[in-house]
Nanobody, 126 residues
Framework: VQLQASGGGLVQPEGSLRLSCAAS????????VGWFRQAPGKEREFVAG????????MYRGSVKGRFSISRDSARNTVYLQIDSMNSEDTAVYYC????????????????????WGQGTLVTVSS
């Protein structure tokens, strides 16, 4: 599976952005797709995940209500909608796939993900 993240850019505070993660190759129903971010000088952190089979989602607590993850099975694409953006959202955003052979709870540890996209830079600034 190869992943292509896109949609990053410069956004003003309180603005919105939708990131896309297009996957080439088969995303099986047992897979999970996650979004992570890494801010300058900080460790990478999980922000949201979606289970392919049933579109169950999970979010980092600090982004709940502002971030929304969704998938388009026909396009093999996962989206991350980010609203009411602030400076803490400035980061490189990565999408990743956890390759499971059975349905499992969504995991937030990046070490459990098998495929990674190249990242897309999001900058929140006035």
């Amino acid at each position: 599976v190869q992943l292509q993240a896109s949609g990053g850019g410069l956004v003003q505070p309180e603005g919105s952005l939708r990131l896309s993660c297009a996957a080439s190759g088969t995303i099986y129903s047992t897979y999970v797709v996650g979004w992570f971010r890494q801010a300058p000088g900080k460790e990478r952190e999980f922000v949201a995940g979606i289970r392919w089979r049933d579109a169950k989602t999970m979010y980092r607590g600090s982004v709940k209500g502002r971030f929304s993850i969704s998938r388009d099975s026909a396009r093999n694409t996962v989206y991350l909608q980010i609203d009411s953006m602030n400076s803490e959202d400035t980061a490189v955003y990565y999408c990743a796939v956890q390759r499971n052979d059975r349905v499992t709870p969504i995991q937030s540890s990046g070490s459990l993900y098998d495929y990674w996209g190249q990242g897309t830079l999001v900058t929140v600034s006035s």
